[in-house]
Structures are given as C-alpha cells and as structure tokens.
C-alpha cells in the first residue's frame, strides 16, 4: 500500500492533524515529534509525518484565527475554523482503495444466440411432470467500504439479471450450451395452454414427459450366439463292415444294393430319427424286394435293367420311413462336381446318413459313408471348407471299394469307375410319382446324389 501522510499545524501548544475526510487535534506537549518549535505566537510549523499512504499534502496558507496564549489550554471549540480550513486543501484520492464494485446492473445484456447443439431426444414416460416457472436470482447490492471514494463501474458490465422470458408454446427451444435441463418435446396429447385461457393471455405451464428414476431400458437382448468353431480338420465316418451286401449275383440290383446298405449303416448307427421302421439285414431276398418296388417307382423306361433316382429315393422313403411321401431322402442335381461335392458331404455331417451317388456317368450306383474336409465344420451347414476327400463303398464285389478312401482328385479326375462324372444317359423320359419332376430334364449333364433332408 502507498504511505499516507498527515499534515500536523502548530496552533499554540496544540498540533492540529488533517487527513482526508477528518480532523483530529492533540496537545503539542505530548505530540512525539522531535522537530524545534518556535515559540511565536504568530508562527506555525509544518510536521509532516509519514504514516504510509498518500502524497506530501502542501502546507496550509496560514489563518488570521487568533493566537491562544502559551499557558492557556485550547479548548474543542477553537479547532472548527482551521478544520473547516483543511477541508478545503486538495487532497490527493487513494489510489489503491479497493473500489466496491455492483455485482449487477440494470443495464439489459443480450442473450447469446442458441448454440447448434444437437437437440437431446426425449425419453417418453407416462407421467407428465410440470415445469417450474423460471426465476432470477436476486440482485446482489452494491457494497462500500467506509471511507472510500465513490464505487466506479468497471469498463465492461457484467450479465445481467433480467429474467429470460417463457419460451413460446407453440415452438420448442433448442439446447443451450450448458443447458440445467434436457428439452423434453411436447407429446402431441398435451396442450400448451390451460382449458379456457383467453387469447394473449400467458400460457400455462407446458408439461413435458421426465425420466423416472429407472433404467433405460432398449430391445430385449437376444440369445447369445454360439461360437462358431475354429477351422480346423473334421472328417466323419459312418461304415457298418457288419452290414455291407454285395450286389452279387445280380448284376442289375446295384441301386438296391446299395439303398439295402445305406439303411443297414443307419439302422447301425441308429440316426434314423422318428418314424424309422428298418430293420438291418443283408438278405438277398430284401435286395430283390427293394428292387422291384424301385423299378415301379421310377421315370426310366422299363426296357432297361436296374433302375434311377427317383426310384431309389422313393424306396429308401417307403421302407426306411413306412411312406412314399416321407421326404426324408430326395434326388438332387448341382451344375459342377464341387457343388454336389459340397452338398453331399453337408447333409452326411449334419443328419449322419448316408448319400447315394450316381456313378460311371449315370450307369451304376454307389454311396458316400465318410469324409475328409479342411475348414469350416460342415455339421454347421458352411460349406467354407476344402474337400480332402471321401469315404466310398460299392456294392459291386470286383471293384473292390469298401469304405475306401478317395482323394477329392481322384474322385472328380480318376479312373472312370471310381471317378464322379456328370450324367450322361437319357432313357428317363417319365415322371418322379412323387414331385412330378422328368428325369432327363433333371439329370443329364449334372452331378446327381440322392441326399437327406433330415
């Protein structure tokens, strides 16, 4: 802080003090001061004595106010004129004095424009709750500190108090930049003005929709997935040696034969599901029984031996599943070698029964009992997987394939009667019994199986 000096006036024996806004007198015998007195009556001296703030005050112009005897004690009522006196000396204003300044004006600050914060989205509840009626906060009154000049304004006002009026009923405000409360939109149900408030009147309190104090619940969460299975190596075999039946001696049963085996390998495995009725054997006697019930049920001409498709199918369903219209197995056709590959191998891993397989170009019959794949599980259904090659059993005893491995290569490039080729034989000019579907306009110049469903 700055010095602040007094002004000291010998009157008499008395020393006289001015200081800005009052005036205090003290007997000169027991003033501190160490200054030589004059002892005129008529003179005074300046003591000046530097008490920390202000400037040096300029010496008074001496007054005409008579001079009090040296042994005469003044009294109160002879210091009002020069007090009066130093009143009017100009007096230096403190310049440090902490200046009180107004916490608010009533000078009308314009609200900052609505910020493009994105308009927080409602969460609608069923309990309309009112919004209080706005209020200010009240005006803080200027203070003072005594002794101190005038408060002065500072340079730049600060916000004003001036209540922010209601928002308009008929439109919605937006966010602020620091909003107290999340905007709730007006439901379509409620109305802004209260029932028989005349027009111009204030509105009624709108009432918004407010979270409750519960969570915020969002659409039910599914089942979790099951994880799907690494890739990796799967393979799969479902060979009975127990129940293999050559078609020997009869050289046109290799369809009955085989659809003999396929049922046995179920029955031994008991995968057959409900409704299975099949008993396993290796009888002679079933294979011609089976063979018969295939050749009056298929679309070939029936001038030619053994039988096709549509007949093996229907005989696997009769006699496996007690109904021609079982639909367990049924015949299908796939433009590539790869595709029907795939197909097969799927349907073995998933419903574990075997696939009949239309070989030597659609002259003979074998099936398909296990595999070797690298990729995808096909029990899964994905055919995202690489064909290492299958398991392959031919009721024909001379070729020699018992639950014989076949690399995927041999089995689309090898030696014709291993190799699965495209058919290639047009004497199935009738219809399946059951779908009504021509044989020649299903098979020829596609890979053929005979697959389940289930």
Known sequence: MNGLRLAAVVVGTSLVFAVAGFAQTARAADAPCICGLESASAMTDEVTADLGLGAPVPSPTPTTAPTATPTTTPTATSVPAPIAKRTTAPIAKPTTAPIAKPIA????????????????????????VPLPPPTTAPTAKPTTTPGAADPVPSAAPSLATTPVASPDPTTLPLASATPAVSPKPISPTQSTFSSGAALGSAPAPITRPVALGGPILGPAPGPTPTPKPAPGAYSYDLYSSSWVR?????YTAC?????????????????????FIWNATTSYATQETLLAYMRAHMSQVVTHPGSDSHGWKNALNYYG??????????????????????????????????????????????????????????????????????????????????????????????????????????????????????????????????????
């Open 105 to 128: 004006t009533s000078v009308p600050v314009p609200l900052p424009p609505p910020t493009t914060a994105p308009i927080a989205k409602p969460i609608a509840t069923s309990v309309p």
């Open 246 to 250: 050559y078609q020997d001696p009869d």
């Open 255 to 275: 369809v009955a034969s085989s659809g003999e085996m396929m049922l046995n390998f179920i029955a031994a495995a008991k995968t057959g599901g409900p409704g």
């Open 321 to 454: 599943w007690g109904s021609l219209n079982a639909g367990v197995y049924i015949d299908k056709a796939y433009t590539s070698y790869l595709a029907a590959a795939k197909a097969a191998i799927v349907a073995l891993a998933m419903y574990h029964k075997p696939v009949g397989i239309i070989g030597w170009a659609g002259g003979h019959a074998q099936l398909m009992n296990g595999y070797k794949v690298y990729g995808d599980d096909p029990a899964t259904g994905s055919m995202n997987f690489t064909v290492s090659g299958v398991y392959i059993t031919d009721p024909l005893r001379s070729d020699g394939y018992r639950n014989a491995y076949v690399s995927s290569t041999t089995w689309q490039t090898g030696d014709s009667h291993i190799r699965f080729a495209w058919y290639t034989y047009t004497d199935d000019p009738g219809r399946d019994p059951v779908d009504r579907t021509i044989g020649n306009a299903e098979w020829f110049h596609h890979w053929v199986i005979v697959v389940p469903l289930k």
